[in-house]
């Protein structure tokens, strides 16, 4: 036997290629020699930047005894929860239905039919707070299932059994409507917590997409709370320690309710959703504090990120090594102590920076070290000297030793990006934002998507080079919506057509015969479960934001099967909204779009008039909800059609660069003054 990660491209599982346990990756093969040994499977499912993954590998899977007698009696199986979603999603559904809750690392046994029969999570090494210790769930379980197999198979085909007789009940299928909407801010408003921002307690996720939804609804409707809630929420985490005051960007989520200690990994999921968010805050308020902060955002993925093929990589890690103890430790990289203000400031600005950001002797983290915040009753420092105090702070961390990348390109994530920076470049003139969003978009089509099998998106790469593993409706709505974002902002109608061939695709492969949408493709691997969750996670779900991107094609193109098909999968909105708004803000968002419209907006002229430019930016500017837009000439320089279906036969005004908006099948005014085009994509009430 041997260890058999060596060859995998998942920085998750390399990270396990040299331990002691002969982990399989996940496998037909691995199945089989489970049956051939006549042993379970011990299935690992984690992730890179994941805390507490690291913790139980250190503390077991490096272990020789533990992995002697792991490789004795079990086929391990190592599984990327962000490169198989679909496999993390099955077993997670298993483990959250026997013991009310989930997490990562997740530890689940099967049999050689995959099927689950115990579960759990992280799991020590010596029995603490309740739990068993980790070789005390292994032995328990090899005792099951050499003196109990009677039991034990009656357990794993029962669990199965429930799984797959689970049906997603969320009542009649209704088009979201006004009413709905207006039941989840009720709710919404309930969880908020009126002092901190957010919702619920300890620990606090940054809610993007509930604030994408708040300021959708704002525009819609004029409701103020709905904005209040979205622009406090935003600056308590802006001035918070869950945002990285010096390098910019956000932590995966606060220990607190106050937003003061973060969990130190930084995802691109999370970067990406909250640089739109924060862009869309600055849209709506003009506020300089959110459009900083979509900025400072927007630079680190570019500079923090970025790999050299043009794409984003996942995450960085919470962990890096403490210079003074040597030790991986969790903040290491950001926490600050008063002395060491002092010496890489001097003093004066050393005590200054120590009142600016609340670094206090007693320390806001562990061993008398603080993370950086804003306080908004704290001290300022005059613009020039905050500048100048932040840079030299910022040289010094970047000597420290910095937390792991995982490199892996996500399908998905890299499709969120794309939107925000496309959107942040258009927003605040930096071209060279729209710039990486182009070439990111680039990688896509060109290492990520295969016309000749299928055709089909495939979920990852690394290092330029194609992962295994088929994309799941994620990525086909995720890349599908940065793509109609980029031809919004770029004009160019060749990301409308890649995005077409997306939206056709969850269509044909990812759609039940009643509108509903599954995870994965109907060819894909077969599971114990087909996947199947409207809710958002950490990032929208697939079904909520193919309904997005179908919508928005739609919308692009007067495709009535792709508007009754995003109509028919928002259903699930209506029903999940006013009782679960939390869970499923994306999709609360994207039925503020369809309630609103979309508006499409055709800017008819030459895209160097500058005349057609500031049009154009006037409509990208505008708040209606999933506003689309499209710019350039009503015909092709040989005559042919526009490069948008929107721009066909749309005369100049007087010879001059010309605005049309329409929604429910009737236009506005055409307009060529820019004031004019505001009034009508400035989202007022009907």
């Known amino acids: 036997m041997s260890n058999r990660l060596a060859n995998e491209t998942s920085p998750y599982l390399l990270q396990h290629a040299d331990n002691p346990v002969d982990w399989w990756p996940w496998s037909p093969e691995a199945f089989a020699a489970a049956r051939e040994r006549g042993v379970p499977v011990l299935l690992s499912v984690g992730y890179s930047s994941c805390h507490w993954c690291h913790v139980m590998a250190h503390e077991s899977f490096e272990d020789e005894l533990t992995a002697a007698y792991m490789n004795e009696h079990f086929v391990n199986v190592k599984v990327d929860r962000e490169e198989r979603p679909d496999v993390d999603a099955v077993y997670m559904e298993a483990v959250q239905a026997a013991t009310g809750q989930g997490g990562w690392p997740m530890t689940v046994f099967l049999n050689a039919e995959a099927e689950p029969f115990y579960f759990g999570t992280y799991f020590p090494p010596e029995p603490r707070h309740g739990m ?76 993007s997409m509930v604030l994408e939804f708040l300021l959708r609804h704002h525009a819609r409707t004029g409701a103020e709370g709905a904005l209040q809630m979205a622009a406090d929420t935003c600056e308590a985490m802006a001035r918070g320690g869950i945002y990285d005051q010096l390098g910019g960007g956000f932590a995966r989520y606060s220990v607190d309710r106050e937003w003061v200690v973060p969990h130190f990994e930084k995802m691109l999921y999370d970067n990406a959703l909250l640089c739109r968010v924060y862009a869309h805050l600055w849209r709506s308020t003009g506020s300089e504090l959110a459009r900083r902060v979509a900025l400072e955002t927007a630079d680190f993925m570019v500079r923090e990120l970025r790999t050299r093929e043009g794409g984003f990589a996942s995450a960085l890690d919470a962990d890096s090594e403490d210079p003074v103890s040597g030790r991986h430790v969790e903040g290491a990289y950001y926490a600050w102590t008063p002395a060491q203000l002092r010496a890489v400031l001097g003093e004066e600005d050393g005590e200054a920076a120590a009142s600016c950001f609340g670094v206090t002797q007693e320390g806001t983290f562990e061993h008398g070290a603080s993370v950086l915040q804003l306080p908004q009753d704290g001290p300022t420092l005059d613009g020039a000297r905050f500048a100048d105090i932040k840079a030299r702070l910022l040289a010094a961390r970047s000597g420290r030793p910095a937390p792991g990348r995982d490199d892996k390109v996500v399908a998905a994530w890299n499709g969120l990006a794309i939107a925000a920076l496309a959107e942040c470049g258009a927003y605040f003139d930096r071209l060279d934002l729209v710039e990486r969003a182009t070439e990111a978009a680039d990688l896509l089509v060109r290492v990520h998507f295969d016309a000749t099998a299928g055709p089909r998106l495939a979920r990852t790469s690394k290092d ?98 792709h508007r009754t098909a995003a109509e028919r999968a928002l259903g699930v909105v209506q029903a999940l909204g006013p009782r679960v708004p939390r869970f499923i803000g994306h999709g609360l968002a994207v039925a503020e779009a369809l309630m609103d419209g979309p508006r499409e907006v055709a800017v008819v002229g030459h895209p160097e008039d500058p005349a057609t430019a500031a049009l154009h930016r006037t409509a990208l500017l505008g708040t209606a909800p999933g506003a689309v837009v499209a710019v350039g000439l009503p015909r092709a320089a040989d005559g042919g059609a526009a490069e948008f279906p929107l721009l066909a036969d749309r005369a100049l005004k007087d010879d001059l660069p010309t605005a049309y908006v329409c929604r429910h099948f009737v236009c506005a005014r055409p307009t060529t003054e820019p004031a004019e085009l505001a009034e009508q994509v400035g989202g007022a009430r009907p």
């Open 132 to 207: 068993p210790s980790f070789t005390q769930v292994l032995e328990g379980v090899r005792t099951a299932w050499v003196g109990r197999p009677e039991e034990v198979a009656e357990v794993a085909r029962r669990i199965t059994r429930d799984l797959s007789e689970r049906q997603l009940d969320y009542g009649k299928a209704e088009t979201p409507g006004p009413e709905g909407a207006a039941r989840a801010l009720l709710a919404l408003t309930r969880e908020y917590d009126a002092t901190h921002g957010g919702f619920g307690g300890a620990p606090k996720f940054p809610p």
């Open 464 to 561: 330029g080079n194609v992962g295994p593993n088929a994309g799941v409706l994620e990525d086909y709505g995720d890349v599908a919506e940065g793509f109609l974002a980029l031809a919004s902002v770029t004009g160019e109608g060749v990301w409308l057509e890649f995005a077409g061939f997306l939206v056709d695709l969850v269509l044909d492969r990812f759609t039940a015969e009643d509108g509903s949408l599954y995870d994965t493709a109907h060819d894909a691997e077969k599971l114990i479960r087909r996947p199947q969750d409207p809710t958002d996670t950490a990032a929208p779900s697939g079904w909520t934001a193919a309904a997005g991107a179908l919508l928005s094609y739609a919308a692009q193109t007067g495709s009535q099967a």
